[in-house]
């Protein structure tokens, strides 16, 4: 590269045009899933607290909202559930409900926007009166005990209609016993999307909040999901779940580790996404509410980082608002 001033880098930044002409990344709707919360009350919608704009959707709201998505064009749903305290249990068999609260609310998007995805964590945690993603025993949580539990929840989402399984409980093996147990029932179809690189992270505040969950927790997650100084483990874990059969995997949460995301979508070439998880969503609109920041403009902000960082697509709370924004 020639120096200056025969180059001059802000020669392409003086016009919209040339701007638009040499841009890098882009990010369209096609990039965003929506992370919404169902809930099993009677009201029909409720607020989320700790993040402002977000609704906990009973079944009719949610019918609405996946209408709403299929016409923004949104690819797909992400399924979180906000339960009835009374149906908890220590071993949160609720989870395997065919007729619980998930299940129909997959059949409830299916039916309201066949052609929106249907993605479903597959993980604990809103069913037990604990709060973790597993089977808890003496102050911890068996892991194989806990994939045993998880390929009976994935069974009963699959069985519902969910088009992607998507564990989140960061046990180890489950990739490759849900596969198998998929792949036994007739679900040769079904996807997975690995939480692959999740990380033990305080941005999930909100979230427990808004399924219900961090009111119960006892302790805390950080023997079964990973440390947050850590990078190489996070390509180990990406490598086994790729291996064990995994379609897609993801990183969480987002934007503090988008050099995750960039080392997982470099290393193995595969669709990574990436969660902008409940925490950032409520810095962002916590500053926004207080004129700090511009909410819109950071959310679109946040939102190209991960597609700059390699993701092929983004999980947030904020799709809706950015695909109206990108719709013009
Ligand atoms: C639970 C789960 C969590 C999130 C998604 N699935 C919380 C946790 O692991 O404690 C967090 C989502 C968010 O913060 O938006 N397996």
Redesign the pocket.
Known sequence: MSAFPATRMRRLRQADWSRRLVRENTLTVDDLVW?VVVSDSADPTEPVAAMPGVERLGLKAMADAARRAEALGIPAMAV?PHIDPARKDEEGKEAFNRDGLVPNAIRTIKDAAPNVGVIC?V?L?PFTTHGH?GVLKDRMILNDETVTSLIRQSLVQAEAGCDVIAP??MMDGRIGAIRDALEDSGFSNTMILSYAAKYASG??GP??EAIGSGAVLQGD?KTY?MDPANTEEALREVALDLDEGADMVMVKPGLPYLDIVRRVSETFGVPTLA?Q???EYAMIEAAAANGWIDGDRVMMESLMAFKRAGAAGILTYFAPRAAEALNG
């Open positions: 992370a979180f964590d993980a945690d993603d989140s409980d941005f999930y979230y427990r997650k999901q969660f998880v409940s925490g």
